[in-house]
């Protein structure tokens, strides 16, 4: 199966910048953020399907970005002015078949089968 691994997580002040990667050992159709702040239940933060399209939670729209780098089969998300709140564990995650970006985010999709083991993000 798909293995994935989570690197790019950190320490920063709010306001500033990271990059996590998510690189990904073989094909997968459907890939996502999510993350989990401790008490909190796991959420959707972005995802992409397998006709390219994206979706961000509403709390990281116009800051989050994701992309690809198709050759290095590796899963970016780019997040800036990042905030106290977003402390979290951040997981990448991946499944097969015919998800919704969209759908993935908001939880409407049946669990992804495939983790990353997370990088830890904490904002101050």
């Known amino acids: 199966h798909v293995q994935l691994v989570e690197s790019g997580g950190g320490s920063v002040q709010a306001g500033g910048s990271l990059r996590l990667s998510c690189a990904v050992s073989?094909?997968?159709?459907?890939m996502g953020w999510f993350r989990q702040a401790p008490g909190k239940e796991r959420e959707g933060v972005a995802a992409?399907?397998?006709?390219?399209?994206?979706s961000y939670a509403d709390s990281v729209k116009g800051r989050f970005t994701l992309s690809q780098d198709i050759a290095k089969h590796t899963l970016y998300l780019q997040m800036d002015n990042l905030k106290p709140e977003g402390t979290a564990m951040y997981y990448c995650?991946?499944?097969?078949?015919?998800?919704?970006?969209?759908?993935?985010?908001?939880?409407?999709?049946?669990?992804?089968?495939?983790w990353g083991q997370g990088t830890q993000v904490t904002v101050s």
């Open positions: 995650a991946h499944d097969y078949g015919a998800y919704d970006s969209q759908a993935v985010v908001l939880g409407l999709s049946p669990q992804f089968t495939y």
């Open positions: 073989g094909h997968s159709d459907c």
């Open positions: 992409i399907d397998s006709d390219g399209s994206t």
